[in-house]
């Protein structure tokens, strides 16, 4: 069931202004805010500050990779702009079928629509070839072109599987996380790692062991930090909630940033409806559509040290069910309805 809230009427004089001076390629803000909620005006203005830290609302690209192999990257960071968001964290630097463009190009572009880029995924590795462009593979170029872009992380989505599933195959993918995190902090920037289900299962040699543990205890905290991925968190907690022998051994992704806020700098904001007779228990939608309970998510992290200041909530969805532009834009108007009291 949705749990959608009125739009901010804040966001919609904002997205009004900017659809006026053209940035929106016509759109109107009735349309930006389209079917994401009811009116705010005869709702009421939410009561309180917002939940979200201003300037910390980004978007994963690969939601949109569509548009921008067809648009562009300046018709889709128009769109982005228009709908409120601040960051975007790249998914590749090249515009498929819509042409080709620089580093230098793509920084502009990202400045000129008032947007920030905060991070990019990357392979882990190819094994298969040596020129690939992975941490593994290329690890200079990987951050000689982060660091044109002026990043301040640069990640991957892939999960330390490369040596295997047993404890000492993640103790050799973390050994090599941990040189990829001091080559990034060289540069100025935080090498991180993003979470899909597996992470959170158990190792192959050790059933009493999860894997995403082996992978915090064996990377320096100082080297390598975490982009949670909030929904796939939620369905490693539904996956892997239970041993090979049937014992209970359940997490709550929650507890993991709680523990140690200072590593998760990045997070993937998602969402899913409950879904028991699914593999994953759950089905990806729009975020604010979903069972997630990102207000009690937002409000723990936040309230941590740093916690409006230290972290970045990228919107993302793998497969954007009616459009990609839709589903960025009424995830953005539900998280800026987020109030931290009174909503």
């Given at each position: 069931m949705s749990r959608r809230a009125p739009v901010d009427t804040e966001l919609a004089h904002k997205l009004s202004r900017r659809s006026m001076l053209g940035v929106a390629a016509g759109a109107t803000a009735a349309a930006l805010l389209g079917a994401a909620a009811p009116s705010a005006t005869a709702q009421g203005r939410p009561q309180g500050d917002p939940l979200l830290p201003p300037g910390r609302l980004g978007i994963q690209l690969y939601t949109l990779r569509d548009k921008v192999s067809t648009l562009g990257f300046d018709k889709v960071f128009a769109e982005l702009e228009a709908y409120g968001y601040d960051e975007v964290e790249y998914a590749g630097y090249t515009q498929g079928s819509a042409g080709a463009i620089t580093l230098a190009q793509l920084k502009q572009l990202t400045r000129d629509h008032g947007l920030k880029g905060i991070g990019s995924h990357v392979g882990y590795y190819d094994n298969n070839n040596p020129n690939a462009y992975t941490f593994a593979q290329n690890l200079t170029k990987v951050l000689d072109d982060a660091q044109a872009l002026g990043l301040k992380h640069v990640g991957t989505a892939s999960g330390p599987f490369r040596y295997g599933s047993t404890v000492d195959a993640w103790k050799r993918a973390a050994e090599e996380f941990n040189t990829y995190g001091a080559a990034a902090r060289e540069r100025g920037m935080k090498f991180y790692q993003h979470n899909h289900a597996e992470e959170f299962s158990f190792a192959t040699d050790r059933p009493d062991v999860r894997l995403y543990d082996v992978l915090l205890a064996e990377t320096d905290p100082d080297l390598v930090f975490l982009e949670m991925d909030i929904y796939w968190a939620y369905v490693g907690q539904f996956r892997f909630g239970k041993r090979a022998d049937g014992t209970a051994?359940?997490?709550?992704?929650?507890?993991?940033?709680?523990?140690?806020?200072?590593?998760?700098?990045?997070?993937?904001?998602?969402?899913?409806?409950?879904?028991?007779?699914?593999?994953?228990?759950?089905?990806?939608?729009?975020?604010?559509?979903?069972?997630?309970?990102?207000?009690?998510?937002?409000?723990?992290?936040?309230?941590?040290?740093?916690?409006?200041?230290?972290?970045?909530?990228?919107?993302?969805?793998?497969?954007?069910?009616?459009?990609?532009?839709?589903?960025?834009?009424?995830?953005?108007?539900?998280?800026?309805?987020?109030?931290?009291?009174?909503?």
């Open positions: 051994d359940t997490f709550d992704p929650l507890h993991y940033v709680l523990k140690q806020p200072d590593r998760y700098p990045l997070f993937h904001v998602k969402d899913g409806e409950h879904d028991m007779a699914a593999r994953d228990g759950y089905r990806m939608v729009d975020v604010g559509d979903g069972d997630i309970d990102y207000k009690k998510f937002l409000t723990a992290v936040t309230r941590t040290h740093g916690g409006r200041r230290d972290h970045h909530w990228q919107v993302e969805h793998d497969q954007p069910i009616v459009d990609s532009f839709t589903t960025a834009r009424r995830s953005a108007a539900y998280l800026h309805t987020l109030r931290r009291k009174g909503c």
